[in-house]
T-cell receptor, first 108, second 113 residues
Framework: GIQVEQSPPDLILQEGANSTLRCNFS?????LQWFHQNPWGQLINLFY???GTKQNGRLSATTVATERYSLLYISSSQTTDSGVYFC??????????FGQGTTLQVKP | DAGVTQSPTHLIKTRGQHVTLRCSPI?????VSWYQQVLGQGPQFIFQ???????GRGNFPDRFSARQFPNYSSELNVNALLLGDSALYLC????????????FGPGTRLTVT
């Protein structure tokens, strides 16, 4: 099956700093989503981005499908950005395969 | 519009018991998927239902079963609970069966003692 690797596993930032999270996947996909999981467990949709580039406020994402990776950029980080960020991919089915996540801590 | 809803929020069961978790998708969505998330890991796919039919099954034992109703809501049933079934159970809905953005509910946190 498709393997999903996220890096780094942990990240500590000072408020205001920028960061880049990476997601590598082992096969072609036609669904790629980025999520933020808050401390209560809720998975919040950030981007649906099987290819191309999207921006939403301080967040942006780029997926290069031909090279099998996606990047999530967080600019001017805030303490509320803390939590776990997941990349999940799917291929011709409704099954999403999740990476292990990147745990982000933003310090004031 | 309401998002995906799940009930109950929390549940404590004893080994050997069975449990039923419920999920209502976003209005207009016809596909529901179930995931299990144990502490420290990403969610793992259990089932997908689309138009009341099972469209996918993950690597889970037969103790896990699910169904989808005519109103597209869904139930996940787990029999003969084990301590290892303790997890956050997440439900996701999407417009159709594949390659569509999935939206997750708040989850049901199951503790098996």
């Amino acid at each position: 099956g498709i393997q999903v690797e996220q890096s780094p596993p942990d990240l500590i930032l000072q408020e205001g700093a920028n960061s880049t999270l990476r997601c590598n996947f082992s096969d072609s996909v036609n669904n790629l989503q980025w999520f933020h999981q808050n401390p209560w467990g809720q998975l919040i949709n950030l981007f649906y981005i099987p290819s191309g580039t999207k921006q939403n406020g301080r967040l942006s994402a780029t997926t290069v499908a031909t090279e099998r990776y996606s990047l999530l950029y967080i600019s001017s980080s805030q303490t509320t950005d803390s939590g776990v960020y997941f990349c999940a991919v799917g291929r011709n089915t409704g099954k999403l395969i999740f990476g292990q996540g990147t745990t982000l801590q933003v310090k004031p | 519009d309401a998002g995906v809803t799940q009930s109950p929020t929390h549940l404590i069961k004893t080994r050997g018991q069975h449990v039923t978790l419920r999920c209502s998708p976003i209005s207009g969505h016809k596909s529901v998927s179930w995931y299990q998330q144990v502490l420290g890991q990403g969610p793992q796919f259990i089932f997908q239902y689309y138009e009341k039919e099972e469209r996918g099954r993950g690597n889970f034992p037969d103790r896990f079963s699910a169904r989808q109703f005519p109103n597209y809501s869904s139930e996940l049933n787990v029999n003969a609970l084990l301590l290892g079934d303790s997890a956050l159970y997440l439900c996701a809905s999407s417009l159709a069966g594949s390659s569509y953005e999935q939206y997750f509910g708040p989850g049901t946190r199951l503790t098996v003692t």
